[in-house]
């Protein structure tokens, strides 16, 4: 990357070195299906959310899952909406705009159904 070799022993060190991957799997791998479509569009980036003393920014949380639902055209009632509900489609705009959030130099798709405008 870079003109540099790039050794990634865990998932933490690629995401570190600019690499995210979309699975092939959303179901099994990809999402938190009980879980709140701000916390899966989060997730890969939570410890960047934190403010000095450690917590967690919840407005710039806020902002960054309307950034993926707006920018990724995701169609659901809001950030709250438990992201097993949504359609596989709009699943996987949320797990692309996730991974869009780590501003990643290398993006690997798996199997995909490309979006529609």
């Not at 909406?81 to 705009?97: A, P």
């Amino acid at each position: 990357l870079h003109g540099k070799k790039i050794n990634n022993h865990t998932a933490n060190e690629a995401i570190n070195h600019g690499f995210a991957l979309v699975t092939e799997e959303r179901r099994s791998t990809g999402i938190y299906a009980y879980l709140v479509i701000g916390f899966n569009s989060l997730i890969s980036n939570i410890r960047n959310y934190k403010n000095k003393v450690g917590l967690l920014d919840n407005s710039r949380m806020k902002s960054d899952t309307q950034w993926v639902i707006d920018s990724m055209r995701v169609k659901t009632p809001g950030h709250r909406t438990q992201i097993g509900s949504l359609s596989g489609g709009n699943q996987q705009k949320v797990i692309i705009g996730r991974w869009l959030l780590t501003q990643p130099e290398i993006l690997m798709p798996g199997s995909y159904t490309p979006l529609r405008a």
